[in-house]
């Protein structure tokens, strides 16, 4: 990188701090939905507490989807996870690239040279972050669409019952 080049220096943490943004947004949007799966977790605990003795089919549908309300909150707290990494991962990105860009135009090219690798680094972490918890996200939808389709199907269920009396 010629360090006379400010736009190539500048280039050159800017990507970074983009992805440090998107990063902040991804988790804000799964930090909402983990506090959804949180509040859907507390009502289907409230409806099958005190009900534990019944084996209706309603209780044994209210345990199922409990668990799937758990494995979808534990999806969404390792998806907020790899955002989090990739927030402090493209912070040590954007850091370093600015470092290595003053010490590539003080004239320490191995130290720069160094610190533009670090920043390399931080960055593919940080790409890797957002690949893994927007997988995640993947996974928790689909599992969601699962959910709503057992609920769906269970309530479909018991109206074609009473209408066939």
């Known amino acids: ?5 400010p736009l190539a220096v500048l280039s050159f943490f800017v ?5 440090t943004n998107a990063s902040s947004v991804l988790t804000l949007t799964t930090s909402n939905r983990f506090a959804r799966a949180m509040d859907r977790e507390r009502s289907l605990l409230a409806q099958i507490e005190g009900r ?5 089919d309603r209780l044994r549908l209210l345990v199922r989807l409990l668990r799937s309300v758990e494995r979808r909150a534990r999806y969404l707290v390792r998806a907020l ?8 991962a493209f912070g040590v990105a954007s ?6 860009a003053v010490l590539q135009y003080a004239g320490a090219s191995s130290a720069g040279a160094f610190a533009f690798e670090v920043a390399f ?3 593919a972490v940080g790409v890797g972050g957002l690949i893994y918890g927007s997988g995640l ?3 928790e939808s689909r599992l969601t669409l699962l ?3 057992t609920e769906s199907r269970f309530v479909l269920g018991r109206l074609d019952a009473s209408e066939r009396r």
């Open 15 to 19: 990507a970074p701090a983009v992805l």
């Open 52 to 56: 534990e003795k019944d084996s209706g």
């Open 81 to 88: 996870n790899a955002y989090y990494l990739a927030v402090a």
């Open 95 to 100: 850091l370093a690239s600015l470092v290595g």
């Open 147 to 149: 959910i709503i389709g």
């Open 137 to 139: 996200l993947f996974l």
């Open 121 to 123: 680094g931080g960055g």
């Open 1 to 5: 990188m010629n360090p006379e080049t």
